[in-house]
Nanobody, 125 residues
Framework: QLQLVESGGGLVQPGGSLRLSCAASGFDLDYVDIGWFRQAPGKEREGVACIISSDATTYYVDSVKGRFTISRENAENTVYLQMNNLKPEDTAVYYC??????????????????WGQGTQVTVSS
């Protein structure tokens, strides 16, 4: 059974950086597509980034393009989310999840399966 554990969240000032980690166990990430999602208070969960296992294709929501980078380290069975130039609107609980299919770019629909427990990211001065 795939288990995902997020870490790396914290409090950072606007313009700062954080790197989130999603450590997987129970399954080889070489064969699993993984995405990062976030949920701010009072808002719906939204897809942020995902990486496709077969060819490392990446997808990003428009609001984080150019600032966030998703990557995969197969030797560590871990997926990372490097977040630069953070903004207060990035404040949320961030989750990693198995992605059963790539996001539908035309409709902005993201798909997700098993979740981790989440890690809090707070961007504030």
């Amino acid at each position: 059974q795939l288990q995902l554990v997020e870490s790396g969240g914290g409090l950072v000032q606007p313009g700062g950086s954080l790197r989130l980690s999603c450590a997987a166990s129970g399954f080889d990430l070489d064969y699993v597509d993984i995405g990062w999602f976030r949920q701010a208070p009072g808002k719906e969960r939204e897809g942020v980034a995902c990486i496709i296992s077969s060819d490392a294709t990446t997808y990003y929501v428009d609001s984080v393009k150019g600032r966030f980078t998703i990557s995969r380290e197969n030797a560590e069975n871990t997926v990372y989310l490097q977040m630069n130039n953070l903004k207060p609107e990035d404040t949320a609980v961030y989750y990693c999840a198995e992605v059963p299919r790539p996001p539908d770019v035309a409709t902005g629909t993201w798909y997700f399966g098993s979740w981790g427990q989440g890690t809090q990211v707070t961007v504030s001065s």
